[in-house]
């Protein structure tokens, strides 16, 4: 196996009060999405600020491709997108960019001709000699984005990077990353939005209160994970199905959305069995599905909580 | 390298670029000279002839004396000469002198207004004048010291001569003895004449050093705000993971540095013409060719451009790392300024010292300060221009700016590591010591 692009072991870090990362070991290796995943507070970003040496661990040693020099130093090799998002509101659009570029190391005359065909790309190129806080917010997150990568770093470090984004933007952001990806490049990406998570990760790593709880390929978590899960859809009237869902000799975990649930058969019980029961009872059925365990399911069932039951992560570093 | 350039580039180009930049390089000029020039033309007195009605009550023929003397002096030189005052004979006696006094005073009124008949002044000549020299002005413009003082002169002059004359001295001797000192004073630097009057070289260092203090507390500072906006902006994340400590900070300094040297370049630049068309300009402003001569741009030798310029970069380079260590420490620029203010003094006992330098430049003051770092940027230049700076002082006191601005840099950039990814409360003493030595 080829040097992982990340390799972080044994990290803790304590902050005054609580710890943050404890015990942390995960390898992100070169090429394909890396997804980082888990509820407000996890230590996803502070995991992420020590993967950028802003953090300096506790104990533990963190190396970038196989480096363990400050990230600073390899810094022409890492695009960073963080999640307090924030550039010099006075500035010009195209010159900000061309900064972002000279400071990774790009010759002046190639950071402008980059920075146009990203905005050309991200469909603001009329806004490039406006001022940065002439922007939306969305916009902001765009140019962002593009400053992380016009260096055309091998490894890309995105925190949150779909946070705040209207659904169309956050279309063409993903369809960068993909395409980052399937150049060979290695992209490192936060969240707490497991659905995106499961449909773009070759791999993720579910982080809880600073550990590990799961890590590897989606398809692996998700065997991991094990037991044999069903998907229902409900048409209409669904309180008859409560009681059926509730025998605990049927259903080992319920995740419950109204309209439509996800669940674990218990031991020993069949798929066939919980729709007979629901026949007999009258439930109108609009989907019923044996699938593979969803990554939301298998994070809440780990983590114990529903990652969306918390509020949305404050966009501040984009709003201020 | 390249990416201190960038830096360098992005804070010398949008400070340039903003309003607020082509405001102050404006205004600022036009505040100074009005700062320089009203005072000025307001303790004059002002140079247009001056109307004085003499009283004379002597009884001994002062009168005639004095108007003549008084009619003798002119305002400027040369061709340009116009009589400076405009004086009028009323011969009086003891016993009429309070009415003939107060008739002129009430009827001609000292109000500009009265024209050809108001009288600027009423110089009353008694018995006792010529013996004790004692004489009384009644005017609107006895506050002015400067015109008084002169009219004091002209009047003693014309005194000394009457007193010799009684006694029996030659009117012509009388002429001759009366002739005034004149003199030029001119500055020695290392042997040679250095072809500067005295006030020159002094108005000179008072200039340079006025300059720095500007450029330290207006640019300087702005170091400071700088770092915070940036804190507060959050761009320091991605700053953080490109550039080393070491070259935000003297990007920043640099870039600011640089953009108050184009301020100060335009303001100098513009001083020189405008100073080459002084005579034309001052005319324009309806002053008399003297009182412009008084704002004339001494030439500066270039040893001490050389000197100042040295200072200058190393002084700013000093203050402004430690103004940018500051902006680390906080998140706000009120909580800055209580460490700020540490700065701001040294800056200002710096500045003060030169008023100290003037009268002895190379006294133990002058010699201990040049030592300093936060202080040699005012004091030497001022001591160069004013005395001759042993070498071998020069020397120390530039080697011991370099070692000073090395430690500063080192330890802001100390400082600024650790500082600015620092947010919430700001750092207390021993937190700060824990953050240099890690």
């Known amino acids: 196996m080829s040097t992982p692009s990340v390799s972080v072991e044994s990290v803790t870090k304590r902050f005054a009060g609580h710890t943050a990362v404890s015990d942390l070991s995960l390898q992100v290796p070169s090429g394909g999405i890396y997804g980082l995943l888990g509820p407000n507070g996890a230590g996803k970003s502070t995991t992420i600020r020590l993967i950028m040496s802003i953090l300096q661990p506790d104990e533990g040693r963190i190396a970038l491709f196989g480096d363990s020099r400050n990230s600073r130093d390899l810094s022409a090799r890492i695009g960073y997108l963080p999640e307090e998002r924030g550039l010099y509101k006075k500035m010009r659009v195209l010159d900000h960019l061309v900064f972002l570029g000279e400071v990774k190391g790009i010759a002046r005359a190639e950071a402008k001709r980059r920075a146009q065909a990203w905005l050309e790309r991200l469909e603001i190129a009329g806004w490039a000699q406006k001022k940065v806080e002439d922007l939306s917010k969305g916009m902001q997150q765009k140019v962002q984005f593009a400053g992380a990568l016009l260096h055309e770093p091998e490894l890309v470090i995105l925190d949150e990077p779909f946070s705040g984004l209207d659904p169309i933007n956050a279309q063409v952001m993903k369809d960068i990353v993909v395409e980052i990806a399937a150049g060979g490049r290695t992209v490192l990406f936060s969240t707490h939005a497991m659905e995106q998570a499961e449909r773009m990760c070759d791999r993720v790593a579910i982080i809880a209160r600073g550990k590990l709880v799961a890590n590897g390929t989606v398809a692996q978590v998700k065997a991991d994970f094990g037991g044999r899960h069903v998907a229902l859809g409900f048409a209409g009237d669904r309180h008859q199905a409560d009681a059926i869902l509730a025998d605990p000799r049927l259903v080992a975990r319920l995740d419950d959305y109204g309209a439509s649930a996800e669940l674990k058969m218990a031991e020993g019980a069949e798929p066939g069995q919980l729709l007979a029961a629901l026949v007999a009872a009258g439930v109108g059925l609009r989907r019923f599905e044996v699938v593979e365990p969803s990554l939301h399911a298998i994070f809440v069932a780990k983590v114990g909580a529903d990652p969306d039951a918390e509020p949305l992560p404050a966009v501040a570093g984009a709003a201020a | ?438």
């Not at chain 2, 002839?49 to 009550?57: I, L, W």
């Not at chain 2, 009353?124 to 002169?150: C, F, I, Q, W």
């Not at chain 2, 900070?249 to 600011?256: D, E, Y």
């Not at chain 2, 630049?269 to 060719?289: C, R």
């Open chain 2, 1 to 438: 390298m390249n990416k201190t350039l960038a830096v360098i580039r992005r804070e010398y180009v949008e400070r340039v670029r903003t309003k607020a930049f082509l405001i102050s390089t404006l205004l600022l000029p036009v505040f100074m000279l009005a700062m320089a020039v009203l005072p000025a033309l307001l303790m004059s007195g002002g140079d247009h002839t001056t109307r004085v009605a003499v009283v004379d009550a002597s009884g001994s023929g002062l009168g005639q004396p004095v108007v003549a003397a008084l009619k003798a002096a002119t305002i400027g030189h040369g061709r340009a000469a116009r009589p400076r005052y405009d004086a009028t004979l009323f011969p009086a006696t003891a016993a009429n002198l309070a009415q003939v006094r107060d008739g002129l005073i009430a009827k001609a009124g000292f109000a500009k207004g009265s024209g050809q008949h108001g009288w600027d002044g009423v110089l009353v000549l008694d018995a006792d004048t010529l013996a004790s020299g004692k004489l009384h002005y009644y005017g609107d413009n006895v506050s002015s010291p400067e015109g008084m003082n002169r009219l004091q002169r002209d009047i003693s002059k014309a005194l000394a001569g009457v007193r010799l004359a009684h006694a029996g001295v030659d009117q012509l001797l009388v002429a001759k003895a009366m002739v005034p000192a004149d003199m030029d004073t001119a500055k020695v630097t290392d042997g040679k004449l250095t072809g500067q009057s005295g006030e020159a070289s002094f108005a000179l260092a008072y200039a340079m050093g006025f300059i720095l203090y500007i450029a330290i507390i207006t640019y300087g500072s702005r170091t400071l705000t700088s770092v915070i906006e940036e804190k507060n902006s959050r761009i320091m994340e991605v700053l953080t993971s490109s550039l080393t400590p070491f070259q935000m900070l003297m990007g920043k300094v640099l870039g600011v540095g640089l953009a108050g040297l184009t301020q100060m370049a335009i303001w100098v630049g513009t001083a020189f013409v405008l100073g080459g068309q002084g005579p034309h300009l001052a005319g324009a402003f309806g002053m008399g060719a003297e009182a412009a001569g008084k704002f004339a741009i001494p030439s500066v030798p270039p040893m001490l451009l050389v000197v100042f310029l040295l200072y200058f970069t190393l002084g700013f380079l000093i203050y402004g790392s430690l103004y940018a260590a500051i902006g680390a420490m906080c998140n706000t620029i009120q909580e800055a300024q209580q460490y700020a203010v540490f700065v701001t003094m040294s800056i200002l006992v710096g500045f003060m010292s030169m008023f100290g330098l003037i009268n002895d430049p190379s006294g133990a003051l002058g010699t201990t300060m040049s030592f300093i770092p936060l202080f040699a940027p005012f004091t030497m230049p001022v001591r160069w221009s004013m005395t001759a700076v042993p070498p071998l002082q020069l020397a120390l006191s530039l080697g011991l700016m370099v070692l000073g601005l090395l430690a500063c840099v080192w330890l802001a950039g100390r400082i600024y590591r650790t500082g600015i990814l620092m947010y919430g409360k700001k750092p207390t003493w021993g937190e700060l010591w824990r953050w240099i030595r890690a």
